[in-house]
């Protein structure tokens, strides 16, 4: 197929097409996980939409931590990061995990320590922007975070975590107060790449969620969750990741790809099944056959935005609608 090398990746803003135009370049030069990590990479140092990389979703203590995986099916081999502290090139870290070690995945400060061990160096992670948002949510009155299974305090000093006010809660799950995909809120980037070998790699590179518990990860760095890919086909995801995680929803896809769905039918079932579960849920996969066929889908956002690149460079922009609860 002419098309081949192809790409697919998650969102639509200038840094995401950005990541989408130099993965399927680098791809061509230098095979799938190359084109994966180049473009991952691409939206780390472009900070897309705030949402991968340094400079975006602060956790309660103000600090930007990264989640990345990278997934090459030729041999299932995987690398992860998971809260890795004060590096900002998660990507390229999580292939070090994949190249470097018989690991799968590293987390937080270990992390941190392995990325140092293989030649990254330590970088500040907040910006004037991250700073800004930490000292208005800090100060507003009682701005409740849905984080957390508790109600604001009834005193109005919020204050910083209270276990016991999280056990006596009664499991109100946080999700159900509402968890929105926002521009600059959580927007990670998820990229299938089939390469001139017609094998495919997936991956995925975020900053996680705005206000988060400190040491909270999401599903982008965990294999199934954020992506998975095979010979019959990848897929990655973006959204709710600690409702996603739950779901495997890349794995599903894929796994129905290799059932013989076509990816459209694939990542609509891998949604709609988060969705019988949690309405509110906001989400979106994307996922591609060994056809070079892509399929999308998208749960409660009004639309979702995403990138196909081809081999001729060309890389198709396109707006989907979204599935809602029945
Ligand atoms: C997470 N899935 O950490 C990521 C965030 C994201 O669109 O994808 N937002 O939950």
Not at 206 to 215: E, M, Q, Y
Not at 304 to 312: D, E, K, W
């Amino acid at each position: 197929d002419d098309n081949i090398p192809m790409v697919i990746s998650t969102w639509d803003s200038d840094g995401f097409i950005k990541a989408t135009k130099n993965a399927i370049a680098s791809t061509l030069v230098g095979g799938r996980m190359y084109g994966l990590v180049e473009g991952l990479s691409t939206c780390e140092a472009l900070q897309c939409d705030t949402t991968v990389g340094f400079g975006g979703s602060p956790d309660e203590n103000g600090e930007t931590c990264l989640d990345s995986m990278v997934f090459d099916a030729e041999g299932m081999r995987v690398g992860a990061v998971a809260n890795l502290h004060r590096i900002r090139d998660a990507a390229k870290v999580a292939w070090g995990v994949m190249n470097y070690t018989k690991h799968t995945l590293l987390v937080g400060e270990s992390a941190t320590q392995f990325a140092k061990s293989i030649g990254f160096k330590e970088q500040e992670m907040s910006t004037n922007e991250t700073k800004g948002w930490i000292e208005s949510w800090k100060s507003s009155k009682c701005q409740p975070n849905f984080w957390k299974n508790v109600s604001p305090d009834p005193s109005g000093s919020c204050g910083p975590y209270q276990p016991n006010a999280l056990l006596s809660s009664g499991g109100r799950f946080s999700n159900q107060v509402g968890f929105h995909v926002e521009k600059n809120n959580h927007d990670t980037i998820g990229m299938v790449v089939y390469d001139l070998d017609n094998k495919f790699s997936a991956g995925t590179s975020s900053n996680g969620a705005r206000f988060k518990i400190p040491g909270r990860v999401g599903d982008s760095p965990i294999p199934g969750a954020g992506a998975y890919a095979n010979s019959y086909g990848g897929c990655a995801a973006t959204g709710d990741g600690d409702v996603m995680m739950r779901f495997l929803p890349s794995y599903y896809t894929v796994l129905q790809m290799e059932l013989g769905a076509k990816p459209s039918k694939a990542t609509h079932k891998a949604i709609k099944r988060i969705l019988d579960a949690y309405p509110k849920f906001s989400g979106a996969i994307v996922a591609m056959n060994s056809r070079g066929q892509t399929g999308v889908a998208c749960a409660n956002m009004k639309t979702f935005g995403y990138n196909i690149a081809y081999r001729n460079g060309t890389v198709v922009t396109t707006k989907t609608g979204c599935l809602t609860p029945k």
